[in-house]
């Protein structure tokens, strides 16, 4: 969604779900599960002004910082994540020494570009935030057992995470200490990081239109910065998830849309 209010349809079949949009608001990276990939996940990047390009099979995860690589995530036996070229190239697999399962969707670039988060358990253990050099090496845990990692500050001093109660908390990428973020509310959820990395972008699941709030890290003040809608209302359960640039000028969503026929026969005998 560029600054000028109007909500353009990116979709491509019918079961877009966005994970990603480029600084500059021009690509918008998401899976696609519609009835053409038989309910299989696909990997998909779109120029707004292009028509969609199917990366590769698996789960979307973020962009590279510099727009050439994307994300995927396989869910199989032993488990993948492969970097994806957008143009040319060919796909690479990231290193996952001694990682049993790597959620679907979870890993994101830092912003240093040549590691990536992502959340996955070893043998034995509970899921937990991990720390991945592209180059290889063993997985760094960042998190404490049972805390989901969802994007580190610019700075690369924060991770913003849901721990055991789900609610939005902040973890010290060096230590794995949680602390309390001053003016978090019940069901925020974090849509991205400030440039400065001072603040968050948050907004509550299920509200319509959706609320996008900046939130100071270190004073709790809330600022709200736009609000979000379909163009068309009926049907709408839900907005989410949200993808957006880190200078709140662009913003990609998707949204779950229940509709249904109501039929009425007479005359039966």
């Known amino acids: 969604m560029p600054p000028d209010n109007r909500a353009r349809d990116l979709s491509w079949y019918d079961w877009s779900v966005v994970k990603d949009i480029s600084a500059d608001g021009q690509w918008v990276l998401f899976e696609e599960s519609g009835e053409p990939f038989a309910g299989r996940y696909a990997v998909s990047v779109r120029r707004l002004t292009d028509a969609p390009i199917h990366l590769g099979d698996g789960s979307a995860g973020g962009l590279s910082p510099d727009g050439k690589w994307a994300l995927d995530v396989a869910t199989t036996d032993p488990p993948r994540v492969t970097l994806l070229p957008i143009g040319p190239g060919a796909p690479r697999d990231v290193p996952l020494s001694g990682l049993e399962h790597v959620q679907n969707g979870s890993a994101r670039f830092m912003a240093d570009g040549r590691h990536i988060v992502v959340n996955a ?5 509970p899921v937990r935030g991990y720390l991945l050099d592209l180059d290889g090496g063993k997985p760094r845990p960042v998190t404490p057992e049972g805390v989901a990692i969802f994007r580190v500050s610019p700075d690369g001093r924060y991770a913003a995470a849901h721990g055991p109660s789900a609610s939005l ?3 010290s990428m060096e230590t794995g200490a949680m602390s309390q973020l001053p003016g978090v509310e019940p069901g925020d959820t974090s849509s991205q990081w400030s440039a400065d990395s001072s603040a968050l972008y948050v907004y509550h699941f299920g509200e319509m239109p959706a609320r996008i709030y ?5 004073t709790g003040k809330r600022t709200l910065v736009r609000e979000l809608e379909p163009s068309q209302h009926a ?3 839900s ?3 949200i993808a957006m640039s880190p200078d709140a000028t662009h913003f990609a969503f998707s949204y779950y849309q229940n509709l249904s026929t109501l039929f009425v026969i007479s005359g039966l005998k």
């Not at 358990?121 to 253990?125: D, F, K, L, S, T």
């Open 169 to 171: 908390v902040l973890c």
């Open 235 to 237: 049907g709408v359960v």
């Open 121 to 125: 358990n070893e043998a034995g253990h």
């Open 239 to 241: 907005i989410a998830p």
């Open 214 to 218: 900046r939130l100071d890290i270190h």
